[in-house]
């Protein structure tokens, strides 16, 4: 049998012999060779930067994936906690109540921003704990961490304020009620101990004004047996230990992180004294009296 494999296929019974008029010339393709050709060069072109963009589509996804993750964390947190509080102070005080730590932990997610941090979460919230955020750094040095740490109680004393701007035109003594609230809210935060917000001033300060602050811990604790405050307290206990070990060490980072101007430090401390002083006096003009 004669081996057929290396002669031209046949045409089909049913189209002619090609002509050689017709025929191309050895070695230059036919019309329908060059579309094909053309057309497998775009392909071949192409392909890299459909490539890119099916890429960039799918980071801009998964960015929007991101953030919508971020906001049913602080949207779900939110609603727990309002149930939360509602439970024992009613949906007008827990919503309220909420609110206003929003827009404390906001202060902080704004100053990390200003000091050049760009990898801060949403904020969580913890029943009858608060609400928090976390951050890789709190910026380059003890100012900035105490920048941060005060923009939480200077936001969200404006919160409170903005409560009794309502009272004033409403006469509603909800709104007293809640002022008064979240004055006493961000003055607690004030408390300088780690991992409270007047802990974060005081590494500006000074870090021996922390062990103030555990003794002002140790004193609401024994006053106030609270399970709330005992968590707090043991927690500062530990976070102050750890903070002025690392401070007395002779690292020369931890020394170049503390040693900041001193019209920072000056600035920081006339802040930090004002808002004690505004907030204390804050509480004592909204507080009402309880009858039972």
């Given amino acids: 049998m004669p081996d057929d494999r290396w002669l031209p296929p046949s045409a089909p019974a049913s189209q002619p012999p090609m002509s050689p008029?017709?025929?191309?010339?050895?070695?230059?393709?036919?019309?329908?060779?060059?579309?094909?050709?053309l057309r497998g060069l775009l392909g071949k072109l192409s392909g890299p930067f459909i490539a890119i963009i099916a890429f960039f589509g799918k980071i801009k996804l998964l960015l929007i994936a991101l953030t919508k993750v971020k906001f049913l964390v602080t949207a779900g947190s939110m609603a727990v906690s309002i149930v939360a509080y509602a439970s024992i102070w009613g949906w007008k005080f827990g919503v309220g109540f909420v609110l206003l730590l929003l827009v404390h932990e906001y202060?902080?997610?704004?100053?990390?921003?200003?000091?050049?941090?760009?990898?801060v979460s949403a904020p969580l919230f913890i029943?009858?704990?608060?609400?928090?955020?976390?951050a890789k750094e709190l910026g380059g040095n003890a100012a900035a961490e105490a920048r941060v740490g005060l923009a939480g109680p200077v936001l969200g004393s404006l919160g409170a304020v903005a409560c009794l701007i309502v009272y004033a035109f409403t006469g509603n003594e909800f709104w007293q009620a809640l002022a008064f609230t979240g004055f006493f809210l961000n003055l607690f935060n004030l408390l300088p101990v780690s991992p409270l917000d007047g802990g974060r001033a005081a590494a500006a300060l000074s870090p021996w004004v922390w062990l103030l602050g555990v003794f002002g811990m140790v004193v609401l604790v024994l006053t106030i047996p609270n399970p709330i405050l005992i968590l707090i307290a043991v927690v500062s206990v530990y976070q102050t230990y750890h903070r002025f070990k690392q401070f007395r060490s002779a690292d020369p980072a931890v020394a170049a992180y503390y040693a900041?101007?001193?019209?920072d430090r000056l600035i920081i401390g006339a802040t930090y004294l004002l808002l004690i002083v505004a907030l204390a006096g804050a509480m004592s003009a909204t507080h009402l009296e309880r009858t039972l």
């Fill in 21 to 37: 008029a017709s025929a191309a010339p050895e070695g230059v393709p036919g019309p329908h060779q060059q579309g094909r050709g």
């Fill in 107 to 119: 202060g902080h997610v704004i100053q990390l921003k200003r000091e050049g941090v760009k990898d």
């Fill in 260 to 263: 900041i101007a001193r019209r």
């Fill in 127 to 134: 029943p009858f704990l608060g609400a928090l955020i976390w």
